[in-house]
């Protein structure tokens, strides 16, 4: 298997997924939407809130703010040896205190949250919880713990992970007609000095539509993909790093088949 790094950022990437399967270009996409454990509040303690909003509705968007995590330092709830309970090694608490004065409105944003562990915050400050009123205030403390994403979306630290096979498109026979470079959406397609023709780059940016090939009468053009070859683009919601999360879900997905190899040598 080769990997070819086209794009990487703290929060997305993009690269080519070579001389594999689709089975394993999905297995990586479904382990980093539900298989990557990460930290999200489920619980929430309101000691006082005077907000328009019911306590349910804050509860749900505090459960919503992605929360820094660290396969290092916490544990999935249902592997750590409290068996649920919460500790330290599974569980992290976070509070909340706000109040609009005589000044007016106060928005709060996620960066008004105080965590106890330096290393969990949340991972966009500028997130918007509640709109405060003259007199309005909140007073809360949540309880963030680590689950998968395939329990709840508030554990789902990818957000748009996906894939596509490369395409392989080929002109053979073409009299430069021009036809199909019109008909491209992606406007991809350029006249060369002897036929039409994609660049390597642009390639990539072809969502294999086939109106180019359909548009072309003299059938000149052949749109295929290779099977053993995959575009891949995902972005993380700010959990991990995205290169934390490729490495995660690959990792997951190590740990499960030696987990199955272990059964297999048991029967």
């Known amino acids: 298997m080769e990997i070819d790094i086209l794009e990487l950022s703290d929060r997305s990437a993009k690269f080519i997924l070579s ?44 459960g919503l703010i992605p929360l ?46 105080v965590s106890s562990d330096p290393n969990v915050q949340p991972a966009d400050k500028n997130i918007p919880i509640i709109d405060l009123r003259t007199g309005q205030k909140v007073v809360l403390e949540a309880i963030a713990h680590m689950g998968y994403g395939n329990e709840h979306a508030k554990w789902q630290a990818g957000v748009a992970c996906g894939y596509k096979n490369m395409p392989v498109i080929t002109f053979e026979g073409c009299d430069r007609c021009g036809i199909c470079v019109n008909a491209c959406p992606r406007n991809i397609i350029q006249l060369g000095e002897e036929t039409a023709e994609i660049s390597k780059d642009d390639l990539l940016k072809c969502s294999l539509c086939r109106l180019c090939q359909d548009s072309c009468d003299i059938d000149a053009i052949t749109v295929g993909v290779d099977e053993r070859s995959f575009i891949f683009t995902m972005e993380s919601d700010g959990s991990y790093t995205a290169q934390q999360l490729i490495l995660n879900a690959v990792n997951t997905i190590k740990g499960k088949a030696s987990e199955m190899q272990g059964i297999l040598d048991t029967l």
Do not use: W
Request: glycine share 6%.
């Open 19 to 62: 001389d594999t399967t689709a089975a394993f270009a999905n297995g990586v996409r479904r382990a980093m939407l539900a298989d990557v454990p990460t930290l999200a509040i489920d619980d929430v303690n309101i000691y006082n809130n005077t907000s328009v909003l019911y306590d349910e509705q804050l509860a749900l968007r505090l």
């Open 68 to 113: 820094t995590s660290s396969l290092e330092d916490f544990v999935p709830q249902d592997k750590c040896t409290c068996e649920g309970n919460g500790c330290p090694a599974c569980t992290v608490s976070l509070t909340l205190s706000a109040e609009a004065g005589e000044e007016g409105q106060v928005i709060v944003h996620s960066g008004d949250i």
